[in-house]
């Protein structure tokens, strides 16, 4: 099993392989539009304007099951995340991401990349998950975590 093999759907609610980023380093985030950590989203922008054009993706996925913080449909999010953050990156369909109905991508991040002491639950909004240009995953950042403190890992990667 790969990351490639897992197919989602984008907030327009059409069916995607995620093959479709095969040689690009992916940062996968879990997102909410109504979240304390949901200025994020700035920093998050800013890393996909910097190294885009080096095939690196910031892929969100907002989640709602973190104090129902992200209700909206998809057509809200888009609207919110546009407005407000100038989000140009791709968006996805509100998926959970722990527990029995977790995505299977999620299931599979979490796995791969345990959280502090083996937890493999997603604590909060904003988890982060850095994927290889080989489909790996190799770091799982906290959602506490701001992406320009991810900057160094990504560049250490597009650099390989």
Not at 71 to 83: K, L, R, V
Not at 86 to 98: A, Q
Not at 111 to 116: F, R
Request: net charge neutral; with cysteine; aromatic share 12%.
């Amino acid at each position: 099993m790969s990351i490639y093999d897992f197919n989602v759907n984008t907030l327009k609610g059409q069916e995607l392989n995620m093959s479709a980023y095969k040689g690009k380093v992916m940062l996968i985030v879990n997102t909410a539009s109504k979240c304390g950590l949901t200025p994020q989203y700035k920093g998050l922008q800013e890393l996909y304007d910097k190294f885009n054009q080096q095939s690196f993706e910031v892929l969100g996925f907002p989640s709602n099951q973190f104090a129902h913080q992200e209700p909206g449909t998809s057509d809200d999010i888009a609207e919110f995340c546009q407005m407000n953050y100038g989000v140009s990156f791709p968006m996805f369909e509100k998926l959970n991401v722990n527990g029995e109905e977790a995505h299977p991508l999620f299931k599979y991040l979490t796995n791969k990349a345990p959280g502090i002491l083996g937890s493999k639950a997603i604590k909060w909004n904003f988890t982060k998950f850095l994927v290889d240009q080989e489909g790996r995953v190799v770091k799982r950042y906290s959602p506490k975590t701001t992406p320009d403190k991810i900057e160094a890992d990504i560049a250490k990667l597009l650099d390989q």
